[in-house]
């Protein structure tokens, strides 16, 4: 199987670190952190995983207008090139709202085979993570119209919200939450 850990944050640090924690968390370094503890622990397994990012490194050209927009064409070139069995999009979520909290996950709701994914994982994230949210749901995304292959989008949890940032950077959290996606995986894309 070919999984496609995909880091959506894709940019050098100072130029898009994406959302920015209660207490200065960069988004950019989490997701990154995240992926790159996903992929291995998919690889132990047997899963090819191929990632958009390994480091700090935009795929657009120069910092100008426009460059999100390069940088998310480029990785939809990456996912149509590969042709993967299905893709996973980490994110970390801010709100206004402070208290807002709790790992969700998102799906294109024309693809059935994402919602099955984003379903499962979602009821994993309930048993294992605290304040997770309720359920997994639609959402009219760029990546996740990227491919026919089941794709689903990862909200880890809110870095607004301070007790969530500071679970996020723990290292027992990151596993827990990396472990529920491998778990789902298994559980529902056949090998």
């Known amino acids: 199987m070919t999984a496609y850990a995909y880091c959506p944050i894709i940019a050098s640090r100072g130029i898009d670190v994406g959302a920015v924690g ?4 960069l988004e950019s370094d989490l997701n990154l952190k995240y992926c790159l503890t996903l992929k291995k622990m998919m690889t132990e397994y047997g899963i ?4 958009t990012r390994d480091d700090e490194n935009g795929l ?3 910092y100008k207008n426009g460059f999100k927009m390069e940088d998310m064409r480029k990785r939809r070139e990456i996912i149509q090139n590969t042709a993967p069995d299905l893709v996973i999009s980490i994110h970390m979520n801010k709100y206004s709202a402070s208290s807002s909290r709790g790992a969700q996950v998102f799906y294109d709701d024309e693809l059935q085979s994402g919602k099955q994914l984003a379903e499962v994982l979602q009821k994993a994230f309930i ?3 605290p304040n997770a949210r309720k359920e997994a749901k639609p959402a009219d995304l760029y990546v996740l119209k990227s491919t026919s292959a089941p794709s689903i989008l990862v909200e880890c949890g809110f ?3 301070p007790e969530e940032e500071q679970l996020l950077n723990q290292e027992s959290y990151m596993k827990s939450l990396c472990y529920c996606i491998l778990a789902s995986v298994l559980a529902v894309v056949e090998r």
């Open 22 to 25: 209660a207490n200065g968390t």
């Open 48 to 51: 090819t995983v191929i990632m």
């Open 60 to 62: 657009y050209s120069e």
């Open 127 to 129: 048993n294992n993570l």
């Open 159 to 161: 870095l607004s919200n």
